[in-house]
């Protein structure tokens, strides 16, 4: 049960840091959460986030994940530092609830892949897939056991 956050457009500071500071909240102290699993509030197994931007009249594109927990002050300083002087923004945020995957920066969200001049996909989800089945029709089995399931979905 990981926590998701996307934010589109043309950047309004409010409406960004609102979005930015809920998802925040959401992956620290998830009241939700608490209700399922008593005691356990937080979605510490990592978190990460891509970013496209028009940034000084260039294109500015960014993608971080850890495996780490999401700690306030790094997070803001983040943010502050890829929102500054931005017209417009798409900006995907996950932050990580691990299953039954380890949790190591292989399995942070979000995922990406691309193809020059094609495409660029940042994938980031919420639930599972059989990922066995994935690795076997990418012929990826060996990364099997390094990767969670979100690579094999990116991948296919």
């Not at 986030?49 to 594109?61: G, R, S, Y």
């Not at 993608?63 to 927990?69: A, C, D, I, R, W």
């Amino acid at each position: 049960m990981c926590r998701l956050a996307l934010y589109s457009g043309m950047v309004d500071s409010a409406v960004l840091r609102l979005t930015v500071k809920s998802f925040g909240l959401s992956t620290q102290f998830d009241m939700i959460l608490d209700s399922f699993r008593r005691g356990r509030r937080s979605h510490n197994h990592g978190w990460g986030l891509a970013c496209v931007a028009m940034k000084f009249n260039e294109l500015f594109v960014m993608h971080f994940k850890t495996s780490l927990p999401l700690l306030s002050e790094d997070f803001k300083s983040l943010l502050r530092a890829i929102s500054r002087d931005v017209l417009w923004m798409h900006l995907l945020l996950h932050g990580r609830l691990a299953s039954s995957e380890p949790i190591n920066v292989h399995n942070a969200h979000p995922f990406h892949t691309s193809k020059v001049g094609a495409y660029s996909i940042w994938l980031a989800h919420n639930g599972s897939v059989n990922k066995q089945v994935l690795a076997e029709k990418l012929g990826l089995l060996h990364l099997v056991n390094k990767y969670a399931d979100s690579y094999f979905i990116t991948q296919w």
